[in-house]
């Protein structure tokens, strides 16, 4: 059964919920009325464009996302976009034509919109941040770094990529709060005194995120804990693949995390609080 944009927005207004919306560059164009997606079941892994290298086409399927997940905002349900923009294969022409357009739609429209430091997306590497940020003084961004560890085979403990980090903090709107390391983007638990270190640096990483929205002033700040379910999540082979901890309650204890760590330094009023449901899968501080 279809699901479309007035009957969740109705939905969420009477939550008293808010929507950060993903959209993508690739794939086919939304359906009207529909928050951009082909199917109730939205596109995990949309496919690009006949000519992957079509800038344009990018464009255009970008756009159109965007101009959906536009329409929530009268009603106060988006607070803002999360975006998988271009691919990594662009040359730097290439990466500039579609942050350039992006940069100047969001103007246009008066849209937030993160774009995402993802595997296969223009910011797939923290070696290409620094370029980009130049270039494009409009961008923010959202930190999924758990990428940046895959990539990079590096972590917080790295001086070049703590260089990368320190750079663009300051234009970082919203946080994936997933913890990678060397060999994958998702280390199998946080909780566990193994990962410790992982996840302690990550903390540190975030700290600079956070400290930058305070010193903007900015009302309040959000984060997804994003530890993600298989092929993410680390699984045994021996059991039926099952996942070797619960998803949600990892997700739970790192939004706590961060909500007792960094809560304090965004929301003046003292208010911000972690939803008891672990489910919700957005805290916003």
């Known amino acids: 059964m279809e699901y479309g944009s007035k009957e969740f927005e109705t939905l969420m207004v009477e939550k008293q919920m808010q929507l950060i919306a993903q959209v993508f560059s690739t794939g086919p164009p939304p359906i009207p009325g529909n928050m951009g997606l082909t199917s109730s079941f939205g596109i995990e892994h949309p496919k690009d464009p006949e000519n992957g290298h079509d800038v344009i086409a990018h464009q255009k399927i970008w756009a159109g996302q965007v101009l959906e997940a536009a329409q929530l905002k009268a009603s106060g349900v988006l607070r803002s976009v999360t975006s998988h923009t271009g691919r990594d294969y662009f040359t730097e022409a290439e990466a500039d034509a579609m942050f350039s357009f992006c940069t ?21 590497s923290p070696w290409v941040v620094e370029r980009i940020l130049k270039v494009h003084p409009d961008l923010h961004l959202c930190a999924d770094l758990s990428h940046y560890s895959c990539v990079a085979e590096s972590g917080p403990t790295e001086p070049e990529i703590n ?6 903090a300051p234009r970082v709107r919203h946080i994936h709060a997933r913890v ?9 638990d ?7 270190p992982y996840h302690e640096g ?3 990483w975030w700290e600079k995120i956070y400290t930058h929205a305070k010193n903007r002033n900015d009302d309040s700040f959000s984060t997804t804990p994003e530890f993600g379910p298989p ?6 082979p021996y059991d039926g693949n099952k996942p070797i901890v619960n998803v949600w309650d990892v997700n739970h204890w790192v939004g706590q995390q ?6 304090n330094k965004i929301d003046k009023s003292g208010a911000g609080k972690l939803e008891n449901d672990p489910h919700k899968g957005i805290w916003e501080l």
């Open 180 to 188: 990678g390391f060397e060999e994958g983007p998702q280390i199998p």
């Open 190 to 196: 946080p909780r566990g005194d193994i990962w410790k």
């Open 258 to 263: 961060v909500t007792e760590m960094f809560g």
């Open 163 to 168: 260089k990368v980090v320190t750079l663009l």
């Open 231 to 236: 092929m993410y999540a680390w699984t045994n």
């Open 202 to 204: 990550y903390m540190v």
């Open 104 to 124: 100047a739609f969001e103007k246009e429209h008066n849209m937030i919109v993160n774009h995402e430091t993802h595997r296969a997306r223009i910011l797939y």
